[in-house]
């Protein structure tokens, strides 16, 4: 029983969600291979030869996989699935991108979200925006899995020897074609791998205030930057701030909020937080009852004297 991990990799480093998908991986049993489908990736490879834990490394070059569309990485995956028990991707927009494709190519069930590997068969997955906690078993003969990296600790991205063995590229339909991209340019930390997040909510009423009252905070505490979707519908903040059960799902050290009132899909995305800070003048926000310290107080007072004590 082997499973194979789908990196995701920028052709010269592995991204970090791949090694919470590696600690899942093994938890599955059996050994532990990593696919790095790239263009000029031989860095990528070398480093997922270095993760702790992965025995072997599967290098598929060409330039259809230099964007990670998801047509031809999938062709890649099917090429070499009947090798494998599990094949696992991590949960975010990439690996949502292709487990879909694969799963159906093999004509099995994709199991989507997992937090937690009970046995080879055998997973656990939040549903009802994690109110309820779905225990899922597949009789499939080849797993295909989508991991919430805030479910699992990273694998040590050193410390391991794998070989890394070379693969003829195989490529999928010219269906689709990379045009271009607008990247974010951003300072801060990336926002699932922030340490500390500070986030704000519609009550700040404004992107001016948006950034006058919370740039500060983040500033003096080294955080990413977070929003609501109320604040992003609002156009407060930008659409890769949204944290939540339709953004993105967070698990940092140090989690503050700030004018949030704590919908159950804002819950969704950041209750596994280390510690929750959150400040708000109702006393009602659903916030506070997943908060590790609350602060009822207006936040336009609240966070400035917050900032000036640091």
Partial sequence: MTALVIAEHDNASIKGATLNTVTAAAKCGGDVHVLVAGSNAAAAAAAAAQIAGVSKVLHADNEAFAHGLAENVAAQVLAVAGNYSHILFAATASGKNVAPRVAAKLDVGQISDITKVDSADTFERPIYAGNA??????????????????????????????????????????????????????????????????????????????????????????????????????GYAPNDWQVGQTGKIVAPQLYVACGISGAIQHLAGMKDSKVIVAINKDPEAPIFSVADYGLEADLFTAVPELVAAL
């Fill in 133 to 234: 906690i779905a225990t899922v078993q597949s009789a499939d003969a080849v797993k295909v899995v989508t991991v919430r990296t805030t479910g699992f600790d990273p694998a040590a991205a050193t410390g391991g020897s794998a070989a890394v063995e070379t693969l003829a590229a195989a490529v999928g339909s010219a269906k689709s074609a990379y045009v271009g991209s607008e990247i974010a340019k951003n300072d801060r930390p990336e926002l699932t791998a922030a340490k500390i997040i500070v986030s704000g909510g519609r009550a700040l009423g404004s992107s001016e205030k948006f950034m006058e009252v919370m740039t500060p905070l983040a500033d003096k505490l080294g955080a990413a930057m977070g929003a609501s979707r109320a604040a992003v519908d609002a």
